[in-house]
């Protein structure tokens, strides 16, 4: 796995596909790494130019002193491309990654091409009462519970059927591998993002992606990013809870290869 030194960090990232054309940038979930995107990687690189940083604090990415911010997040990303001498990206985020994937849109739109937010938001809300009652039990479980305790009660929410069993015991391992401190840092940093007012500024062509049975994001927080980005449109997948590229890749990886092609003027 390629790394690169930025100052007082040193960011772990996959790179897979051909050098030449717009990359794509895969930004993944709060207490995950570039595996979010396991199942899209082969399938994009076989077009495409494809990076995937583990983000500050994540997968092989160390925690760098000082606090987490989104905006710090992103300025990493910004400075990943700049070493890589890579042209404006095709940025894809999850939940946290789309948080970032904005937050680089904002400060640094000559850096992104395109943006495809999937199960994210502006500013965090929870999905209801019973959406309310599961981030309270997780900052519960966080202050006295082993994090193996922590993200089985996650991954439960994430893969809550029985035929997802393998994708739930996935989830668990990766997301009990985080450090307590760092998991709640990013935690925090996602408290206080808000880019509500600044939505208007979004000049990209913006896709948004939103599973229909999403128990951590509400619709109504994409409904906000579709209303609120100039052009953007919603796109609903069914049958899908907030970890779209894992449990409905086919259909989600298809509508961003085809979002991709009609903004690089590829024919179907």
């Not at 937010?117 to 997780?138: C, H, K, S």
Request: overall charge positive; hydrophobic content about 45%; aromatic content about 4%.
């Amino acid at each position: 796995m390629p790394t690169v030194a930025l100052g007082d960090l040193t960011l772990h990232y996959e790179t897979r596909g051909p050098g030449d054309g717009t990359p794509i940038v895969l930004l993944h979930g709060l207490g995950s790494s570039s595996a979010d995107w396991a199942l899209q990687l082969p399938v994009l690189a076989a077009r495409h130019r494809v990076i995937a940083p583990d983000l500050r604090g994540h997968g092989r990415s160390p925690r760098p002193r000082g606090r987490f911010t989104v905006a710090a997040m992103a300025d990493d990303v910004a400075r990943l491309l700049t070493a890589l001498a890579a042209p404006p990206a095709h940025v894809v985020g999850l939940s946290l990654g789309g948080c970032v994937a904005q937050a680089l849109a904002l400060d640094r739109p000559d850096r992104v091409r395109s943006l495809t937010l999937v199960n994210a938001f502006a500013r965090p809300a929870a999905a209801g009462p019973r959406g309310t009652l599961r981030m309270l039990a997780r900052l519960g479980l966080l202050a006295c519970a082993p994090m193996r305790v922590v993200a089985a009660h996650v991954a439960r929410g994430l893969f809550p059927r029985p035929d997802q069993r393998e994708l739930y015991l996935a989830a668990v391992a990766s997301l009990a591998g985080n450090p307590r401190r760092t998991y709640v840092a990013s935690l925090r940093a996602l408290a206080g993002f808000d880019v509500r007012r600044r939505l208007g500024e979004l000049g990209c062509p913006t896709l948004v992606v939103a599973g229909d049975r999403d128990r951590t994001v509400p619709l109504a927080a994409k409904r906000l990013l579709e209303r609120s980005i100039p052009g953007a449109k919603l796109l609903i997948i069914p049958d899908s809870g907030h970890a779209t590229p894992y449990d409905q890749a086919t259909p989600f990886t298809s509508a961003l290869l085809a979002f991709i092609d009609e903004i690089n003027g590829v024919r179907p």
